[in-house]
């Protein structure tokens, strides 16, 4: 399954009407989506399709899970041949109707040009079956906007798996530094052990070993990440394993970015060499990279 991005535009109208065929308004059609926690839904719809809410609510409701999403519909009368002349019929008509206007109020200004050319081009173009029409264009709309969801969410995929690949060999570098740091500080324990044995005042050689070890033991613990660096790899590779799958798999993703942001950080804490302290902030800065991009998956 494809993985879907929440951010997405399209647009369409319905096209001219046959030549032979009587005059018919023009319908467009425009929806965008971009981020949300849940589907949420915005209608802006002209006055003649009012009544097509209902079918394209659970049109979109059936094919978008998550998103914020703005459907606009409009309505274009068509003109053909531009501007013609009124009819006389047409004048008489409006002249009879302006004195009777002027009959009862005399103030009243006379038609102009411009507004005589207006009302008698004005198209009047039945609106019935309208709503029907707007659900047709719709389907096709919905489609168009999820190819659009479908390239936008392949894009945020392919840079998903890169970041993973990428947290994988930084965990790679961290792993052989822990053993190195402990034999490291083991050593320097030996050494004051050494030198205490050398003291010229009466150190109990016993004690002094014992407490050498002791303190290398607790270094080992406090700075083992062993644990924090397996559950990395673990979540890295449920990672790749949803973006491969594919389908609704956003908020899942969200939860594994946080836990790998705990990781991080952890690894950060425990950090005793500025190396690992670097993997660790390069880590933090891919992970808030991989959130950010997170939130637009659906």
């Known amino acids: 399954m494809?993985?879907?991005?929440?951010t997405g535009y399209a647009t369409l109208t319905s096209g001219p009407a046959p030549a032979d065929a009587p005059p018919a308004p023009t319908l467009g059609l425009?929806?965008?989506?971009?981020n949300s926690r849940f589907l949420d839904l915005t209608f802006k719809l002209s006055d003649e399709l009012r009544g097509a809410e209902p079918g394209l609510r659970e049109l979109l409701g059936a094919e978008l899970r998550r998103g914020k999403v703005e459907v606009r519909a409009w309505l274009e009368g068509r003109q053909e041949g531009g501007i013609k002349a009124p009819t006389?019929?047409?004048?008489?008509?409006?002249?009879?109707?302006?004195?009777?206007?002027?009959a009862w109020l005399p103030t009243a200004?006379?038609?102009?040009?411009?507004?005589?050319?207006?009302?008698?081009?004005?198209?009047?173009?039945?609106?019935?079956g309208l709503p029907d029409d707007l659900l047709k264009l719709a389907?096709?709309?919905?489609?168009?906007?999820?190819?659009?969801?479908?390239?936008?969410?392949?894009?945020?995929a392919h840079m998903l798996s890169d970041h993973v690949g990428q947290l994988a060999a930084l965990a790679a570098q961290a792993k052989p530094m822990v053993p190195q740091l402990v034999e490291q500080q083991r050593q320097r324990f030996l050494d004051r052990w050494q030198e205490a044995l050398g003291s010229?005042?009466?150190?109990?050689?016993e004690a002094a070993r014992d407490r050498a070890l002791s303190e290398a033991t607790a270094f080992a613990i406090r700075i083992d990440v062993a644990e924090e660096l397996t559950r990395l790899a673990s979540h890295l590779e449920e990672i790749a394993r949803l973006l491969k799958a594919g389908g609704e798999l956003g908020k899942r993703l969200d939860f594994l970015i946080q836990e790998l942001h705990r990781e991080a950080n952890t690894l950060g804490s425990k950090s005793s060499s500025l190396e690992?302290?670097?993997?660790?902030?390069?880590?933090?800065?891919?992970?808030?990279?991989m959130r950010e991009q997170v939130q637009n998956i659906e």
């Open 200 to 205: 010229t005042t009466p150190v109990d050689s």
């Open 139 to 156: 389907k096709a709309g919905v489609e168009a906007l999820k190819a659009a969801r479908a390239r936008e969410g392949k894009r945020l």
């Open 2 to 6: 494809a993985v879907y991005s929440m």
């Open 30 to 34: 425009e929806i965008r989506s971009v």
């Open 276 to 289: 690992l302290t670097r993997i660790s902030v390069d880590m933090k800065v891919l992970i808030e990279q």
């Open 109 to 128: 200004a006379p038609f102009s040009v411009a507004e005589v050319l207006s009302l008698t081009n004005r198209q009047t173009v039945s609106t019935v």
């Open 88 to 102: 006389t019929a047409d004048l008489q008509k409006m002249v009879s109707i302006q004195d009777g206007v002027r």
